[in-house]
């Protein structure tokens, strides 16, 4: 049984003495039921020190939005997995598609990141998803298949099985159009049954797969009702501690 897993991105927003108010209000704002749920935060690089002392006494686990594919060196600008572990992170967000669009990330830079983050122990939250051309013309199977096998071939089958994957068709990401949860659970679905060609049935079963792409408090439960959709990478909503505790309530009434 896979447990639901709500987990926010919040990209370039919040500055450290913000991300410290806003991971307090939702550590806050949790329920006792809520950690049927589990719940976490990515903050931008600078402010996961603060984030992590205003969550360390709770059940809200944090972690980066992207790490380097080296372990250490003269790498300018860089975060490696290490530093990551160091500041107690759990996650690692790796192939999101704002990095893939703005900062040239190709499937093999992905799968040279998701190496180095399962090697030091961090849980990697692999994103994957079509652009809209790409779903007009057809080629969603197509182009998240190979970012699958792309970033996860060759990869022991049981760190894959303990990856998370985040289907995140980029047409949906902050543009308020949602994928409906008919079509986000078909996705999810091939994914899983992609995964089990490559770490068989029980090794799919396990891995948790999120969707991603304006979810809102209002469309959280639909989407998270499907049998395939295990939760939510939360971009906007995640931004406000209202808006994120009601999606991650609309996971708890589906489990
Ligand atoms: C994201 O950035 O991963 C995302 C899903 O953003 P939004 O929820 O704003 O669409």
């Excluded at 020190?49 to 980066?64: D, I, M, N, T």
């Excluded at 639909?222 to 971009?235: C, E, K, T, V, W």
Aim: glycine content about 12%; charged content about 25%; proline content about 5%.
């Amino acid at each position: 049984m896979r447990r639901s897993f709500v987990c926010g991105n919040w990209k370039m927003y919040k500055t450290p003495s913000e991300a410290r108010v806003l991971a307090r209000d939702i550590a806050r704002g949790l329920r006792g039921d809520d950690g049927r749920v589990e719940v976490a935060v990515c903050p931008p690089f600078p402010a996961i020190a603060a984030v992590a002392e205003s969550l360390r006494e709770s059940p809200v686990a944090w972690g980066g939005q992207n790490c380097a594919p080296q372990l250490e060196g003269a790498y300018t600008g860089e975060t490696s997995a290490a530093m990551l572990v160091d500041l107690g992170c759990t996650y690692a967000i790796l192939g999101h598609s704002e990095r893939r669009q703005f900062f040239a990330e190709t499937d093999s830079t992905v799968h040279e990141k998701l190496e180095a983050v399962l090697g030091c122990g961090l849980t990697p939250i692999l994103c994957v998803g079509e652009t809209l051309e790409e779903r007009e013309a057809d080629r969603t199977s197509e182009v998240v298949g190979r970012q699958l096998r792309g970033a996860l071939a060759g990869l022991p089958g049981p760190e894959i099985a303990r990856s998370v994957i985040a289907y995140e068709p980029v047409w949906a990401i902050g543009t308020g159009r949602t994928a409906t949860p008919d079509m986000a659970e078909a996705m999810h679905r091939e994914i899983r049954e992609l995964l089990a060609t490559m770490i068989g049935e029980d090794g799919a079963e396990a891995v948790r797969i999120l969707y991603g792409g304006s979810v809102k408090p209002g469309n959280a439960a639909d989407l998270f009702s499907q049998p395939n959709i295990d939760g939510g990478l939360i971009g906007g909503a995640s931004l406000t501690a209202s808006d994120f505790l009601a999606i991650v309530r609309a996971g708890c009434s589906t489990e």
